[in-house]
């Protein structure tokens, strides 16, 4: 059974730092690039970063950019998202999601190019 189950959210500070965790389990992680989505309460899903199958490629939102780090480790079939300098506006669900395509060498964040979600962990920054 394919899924992918996240980990590591939780109540920080701000400038504070998270990682999270994606758990894949029932297909082949090397072969698909995964991304990152959050949402926040009256907002919409918006992507935070992806990585390609090989790790070789990422993108990330602008306002992530210099502060999120992410990354994969396909013998432990995990992708992680270093989150540094958390700022309450990076409150929200966090999804990580596979990519629809196989072995593709760049990844986007949009979220229709995505075919399986995990069910969110929750990421709170606050005093």
């Known amino acids: 059974q394919l899924q992918l189950v996240e980990s590591g959210g939780g109540l920080v500070q701000p400038g504070g730092s998270l990682r999270l965790s994606c758990a894949a389990s029932?297909?082949?992680?090397?072969?698909?690039?995964i991304g990152w989505f959050r949402q926040a309460p009256g907002k919409e899903r918006e992507g935070v970063a992806c990585?390609?199958?090989?790790?070789?490629?990422?993108n990330y939102a602008d306002s992530v950019k210099g502060r999120f780090t992410i990354s994969r480790d396909n013998a432990k079939n995990t992708v992680y998202l270093q989150m540094n300098s958390l700022k309450p506006e990076d409150t929200a669900i966090y999804y990580c999601?596979?990519?629809?395509?196989?072995?593709?060498?760049?990844?986007?964040?949009?979220?229709?190019?995505?075919?399986?979600w995990g069910q969110g962990t929750q990421v709170t920054v606050s005093s």
């Open positions: 999601a596979r990519d629809q395509g196989k072995l593709h060498s760049l990844c986007v964040l949009i979220s229709w190019h995505y075919d399986y």
């Open positions: 990585i390609s199958s090989s790790g070789g490629s990422t």
């Open positions: 029932g297909f082949t992680l090397d072969w698909y690039a």
